[in-house]
């Protein structure tokens, strides 16, 4: 699959959306439930029903853009982050991750791709803790590390509660609806500029974040090109089922380097397409199952094999540089991490700057990190 990413679309929008602030520009102000979050809102929402998906506002204002898929019965997945800005901010922090999102979208819209899960594009509500100061409060109540209380609680630095000055902005309701029950999402994923140095330091394009919890058996599909046993020459081979071997051995080196001996790994079930002794496999089904006594221990084994497999083969398909790190600022992904399996996609930032109006990310690392958004969309919209 192919992921045709317009970049133009994507550097005019992020530009678009920039101009919408309370600052001089090229700063960005635009702070929850002001009249420029608002308008930076419906902007959003037009885009996305441009490309043909509904949307769904709850009581605090986290907006749920969805891309319907064929499976309604299946939990949905989802990406996104938010688009208020601290004071004097720039104009890709959380930006990246929700036009980002709907690019991504997009671009497997474009390729033809159905999903199965549907995929919802999530815009949070005040990430930043400018106005209430609490950071996250979007994420927070979605997944229930904050309570309904906060409305009454919250109080704005202009003395409002977070009750009146959402129901001034327009987001009226019960604040305990917005909680969402654990298992509601099948995964999450925000893909999010590092605001940090690393990735440009090794000129490394995608950084993988992964804080996944969640069953303890999974399966892995690899995917590689077929071809006759006699045909094609061993330089030109994408064999499946060779790759699926190193991975194999990879998850028993895992699970042995736990640290504990009761870590156990075992790949039981290993299904080769087409599975004719003179045709090179073209895919691979492995069966993973994974325990131990600890399940913080186990999670962090899963995490591992999970990070070793989707976000980079996403890389891999794009021919991008990728490693490992870990994020220091929190972000809505932290929260949402409490109800979804999560993983986050970093992509460089001139000097690790951010949240001043000089926060740079090239056009080339946003599409990048789009890319590899869009196919580790797709991986985890299908239902297996
Ligand atoms: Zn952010």
New binding site residues.
């Given amino acids: 699959m192919k992921i045709d990413v317009d970049a133009e679309r994507l550097a005019r929008e992020i530009d678009a959306l920039a101009a919408i602030t309370d600052a001089e520009p090229p700063a960005v102000t635009r702070v929850v439930f002001t009249e420029q979050d608002l308008r930076a809102r419906a902007r959003l929402k037009e885009r996305c029903s441009d490309a043909g998906l509904t949307s769904r506002v709850d009581a605090v204002g986290n907006t749920f853009f969805r891309w319907e898929g064929t499976r309604s019965d299946l939990p949905p997945v989802a990406t996104g982050?938010?688009i208020d800005a601290i004071p004097n901010a720039g104009k890709f922090?959380?930006v990246v991750g929700v036009l980002g999102g709907l690019e991504a979208i997009r671009g497997l819209q474009k390729s033809g791709f159905v999903p199965e899960r549907s995929i919802d594009l999530i815009q949070f509500t005040a990430?930043e803790p400018t106005r209430f100061g609490v950071g996250c409060i979007g994420s927070r109540l979605l997944s229930g590390v904050l309570g309904p209380e906060a409305d009454e609680q919250l109080r704005g630095s202009d003395g409002e509660t977070l009750r009146i000055a959402r129901t001034k902005a327009g987001f009226a309701g019960d604040l305990a609806s917005v909680r969402l029950a654990p298992g509601y999402y099948a995964g999450f994923v925000e893909l999010?500029i590092e605001q940090g140095p690393i990735l440009e330091r090794e000129a490394t394009a995608i950084g993988i974040v992964t804080n996944i919890v969640g069953p303890a058996s999974f399966f892995i599909t690899v995917e590689g090109q077929g071809g006759h046993a006699g045909g094609v020459l061993m330089p030109d081979r994408h064999d499946a089922l060779c790759a699926a071997a190193e991975l194999i051995v990879k998850i028993e080196a895992l699970a042995k380097g736990s640290g504990a001996t009761d870590t156990v790994a075992t790949v039981g079930i290993c299904e080769v397409y087409p599975g004719a002794i003179n045709s090179i496999p073209n895919r691979v089904k492995l069966g993973v199952d994974l325990r131990d006594s600890d399940g913080k221990r186990r999670d962090h084994v899963l995490e591992e094999i999970r990070a070793a497999v989707a976000i980079a083969r996403g890389c891999q398909d794009e021919g991008l540089e990728s490693r490992r790190i870990v994020a220091r600022a929190y972000?809505d992904s932290s929260f949402m991490a409490q109800i979804a399996p999560m993983a986050m996609i970093f992509i460089p930032c001139r000097g690790g700057v951010s949240h001043r109006p000089d926060e740079y990310a090239s056009i080339e690392h946003i599409v990048g990190g789009v890319k590899v958004l869009a196919r580790t969309l797709a991986e985890l919209s299908l239902a297996h």
Wanted: glycine fraction near 14%; charge should be negative.
């Fill in positions: 982050s938010h922090d959380g990430e999010h972000h």
